[in-house]
């Protein structure tokens, strides 16, 4: 079925003196805007752009025993980037945090017993 309801073969005399001349210029525009966005859609997807030479859009059909990638399989990535949301959060809460505290009071246990470099000139 054809997405545009109207009929093709267009002729604008004839729309102009059915429905007047405003209703028929839009019709006109109407008509150019779809054959502009057609022609658009036909020269985007063309095989040559998106497939291997030789392969053409009819052969990435599925059928029964050949399965392609569909653009909903990208929904699947939200959740999993969530759930690494989630284990960063516990892993920083949990282990960094706590960690990072006593790497703090390690050095700052070691800066105030560290002897003076020898080589420095005392005055």
């Not at 859609?41 to 030479?53: A, V």
């Not at 960063?88 to 390690?106: H, M, T, V």
């Not at 017993?113 to 420095?120: E, F, M």
Request: proline share 8%.
């Amino acid at each position: 079925m054809d997405p545009w309801p109207f009929p093709l073969n267009l002729d604008s005399r004839a729309v102009l003196a059915e429905n007047g001349p405003c209703l028929g210029l839009r019709w006109v525009r109407c008509f150019m805007i779809f054959r502009m966005a057609r022609s658009l859609n036909e020269w985007l997807w063309q095989h040559e752009f998106w497939l291997l030479p030789g392969i053409t859009w009819q052969d990435m059909q599925e059928s029964e025993d050949v399965h392609y990638p569909q653009p909903r399989d990208l929904l699947l990535g939200i959740p999993f980037a969530l759930i690494l949301v989630v284990i960063r959060c516990a892993f920083e809460r949990a282990i960094a945090l706590p960690l990072s505290r006593k790497q703090c009071e390690r050095e700052a246990e070691t800066k105030s017993s560290a002897q003076p470099h020898a080589g420095t000139l005392k005055r």
